[in-house]
């Protein structure tokens, strides 16, 4: 399960563009943690796991291999749901144009 | 995982109340945990003291509603969080393919994870220096652990197995049931004599001591009573000598069903003193003349 968590950080925080040093500062760990996580020579604690998936945009099951979805779309979207239930049709229809013109900005940087 | 090799619990336990600015007595776990999103919930009529579960980001700890004691359930609460915040746990947590993971706190196990998140549990709700500026105000013996049990909200049991850990006396803590050693600890000071037989787990207890007069009537053990006495060092740890111990016995209730005794023993003198005694009133019995022939240490 480790060298599955090793390969899988290393591929998540190179999708998502961030240098070691990156997901180090985004996440508090020391960038020697990072870089031991990617290795093997350590396993994370959950803490650890949270912070980190939570940093690439992935599941924590992702991360240990208890899912191969890689993509962030559950989580994100069940978080962003729990948010979205409270807000008004005004402040709904602000966020999606909002979320529009970032989804094409990223496009646009791919 | 021998005992002293939980350095990385005590760490990281240290660490938690660190980030969090945690320096007061009584630490809340509960409150560790929402900080962390980590969803607290009692269960009904479950089987074993706690559980962490944990799936997509989202983790929760169970704890049972049947843990008759609040100090019980709060180091069933650390146990889970030692199990979330402790390298390595999620490969022995989600071993069998499970999103889930149940515990049973409180040293009864012999798995080297559970030991460790003992140990975390215990570095957390009884931090090694706020446990040790409330250990100096008070004497040694069982009065100790009470006052230490209601400060810290523990139960007395994890209580008298920190106690024998961090103090700086020379005591033991042992629990007991069916005059059969359940647990035995000794604090640094008897640790360091060569001279002692340590009480093993499942050994009898000595015959002859108040704890065994104490458990032979079970009615002791439920009813809370109290019994205190001394005895020769020698009976408990097989040394020789003609050094005594206290010896304080309580039953912990009907629950536990597990007799708690403290031993105090009398303050050590080290070889190193008593031959720097011995050479003090060497030199006192020495004439003048002699004393100055002894050679100088400059």
Redesign the interface.
């Known amino acids: 399960?480790?060298d599955i968590f090793a390969e899988r950080l290393r591929a998540a925080r190179e999708l998502r563009k961030m240098s070691q040093s990156d997901l180090a500062e985004k996440t508090g760990l020391m960038p020697s943690a990072v870089s031991h996580f990617e290795t093997g020579r350590?396993?994370?604690?959950?803490?650890?796991?949270?912070a980190l998936?939570?940093a690439l945009n992935v599941?924590?099951?992702y991360l240990?291999g208890?899912?191969d979805d890689m993509h962030v779309s559950?989580?994100v979207s069940?978080k962003l749901l729990r948010h979205a239930e409270k807000m008004s049709d005004e402040d709904l229809d602000t966020i999606t144009r909002m979320a529009e013109m970032m989804a094409k900005k990223q496009t646009k940087k791919e | 995982m021998a005992r002293r090799d939980f350095w990385q619990a005590e760490a990281q336990a240290a660490e938690v109340l660190k980030k969090r600015k945690i320096s007061t007595l009584p630490i809340d776990p509960f409150g560790i945990a929402t900080g962390e999103g980590i969803v607290c919930e009692r269960l009904h009529g479950c089987g074993v003291s706690g559980c962490l579960s944990g799936a997509n980001n989202t983790f929760g700890i169970f704890y049972s509603d049947s843990i008759p004691s609040e100090g019980f359930r709060r180091f069933t609460v650390a146990h889970e969080l030692g199990h979330y915040f402790l390298e390595g746990h999620y490969k022995h947590i989600f071993a069998d393919g499970n999103s889930r993971h149940v515990s049973d706190s409180g040293y009864s196990s012999d798995d080297p994870f559970e030991r460790e998140a003992d140990a975390f549990a215990a570095a957390l709700l009884m931090p090694s220096a706020l446990f040790k500026s409330a250990c100096s105000r008070v004497a040694p013996g069982f009065k100790a652990i009470e006052t230490l049990s209601e400060k810290c909200v523990t139960s007395l049991t994890a209580t008298a197995i920190r106690y024998a850990d961090l103090s700086d006396d020379p005591i033991a803590v042992i629990g007991s049931k069916d005059n059969r050693v359940q647990f035995a600890f000794m604090a640094d000071l008897l640790k360091q004599r060569r001279d002692l037989t340590w009480p093993k787990k499942n050994s009898g207890i000595p015959d002859g001591t108040a704890t065994h007069r104490f458990n032979r009537d079970p009615k002791n053990v439920a009813q809370s009573k109290r019994m205190t006495s001394t005895a020769l060092m020698d009976v408990w740890f097989d040394c020789g000598g003609t050094a005594y111990v206290s010896e304080e016995v309580v039953g912990l209730g009907p629950s536990y069903g597990l007799t708690l005794t403290v031993l105090v023993a009398e303050p050590l003198r080290d070889a190193a003193d008593e031959e720097e005694e011995s050479e003090e009133n060497d030199l006192e019995n020495m004439l003048p003349s002699d004393r100055w022939r002894q050679p100088r240490e400059d």
């Open positions: 399960m480790a350590r396993s994370p604690s959950f803490a650890n796991l949270k998936s939570d599941t924590t099951d240990i208890r899912s559950s989580a069940s």
